[in-house]
Nanobody, 123 residues
């Protein structure tokens, strides 16, 4: 069972930057999709970005394209979310998630989730 732990959240002013990290532990393969999600209380969870572990394929929500960048260090089992030009509407709890081995980012089913980390952007 893979475990995921997010770090790097916090408070920042609008226009600033933060980098979230997601550390994986346990057996991981090249055939996982790793996603970043966010959720505001009372709202549904929103997919933000994803990266396929076996190559450099990435996916972004329209709301973050050009501002957020997802990257990974497969040797360290780390995935990062670089967030630039942050807006107040980016404030949320952010989660990383992983598909089972054999998954993909085109039609992912995320079965492993981190505990989440808060990002607060003040205007």
């Amino acid at each position: 069972q893979v475990q995921l732990v997010e770090s790097g959240g916090g408070s920042v002013q609008a226009g600033g930057s933060l980098t979230l990290s997601c550390a994986g532990s346990g057996r991981m393969y090249s055939t996982h999709c790793i996603g970043w999600f966010r959720q505001v209380p009372g709202n549904s969870r929103e997919g933000v970005a994803a990266v396929y572990r076996g190559n450099t394929d990435t996916w972004y929500a329209d709301s973050v394209k050009g501002r957020f960048t997802v990257s990974q260090d497969t040797a360290k089992k780390m995935v990062y979310l670089q967030m630039n030009s942050l807006k107040s509407e980016d404030s949320a709890m952010y989660y990383c998630a992983l598909t089972d081995a054999g998954g993909n980012c085109e039609d992912p089913v995320f079965n492993s989730w981190g505990q989440g980390i808060q990002v607060t952007v003040s205007s």
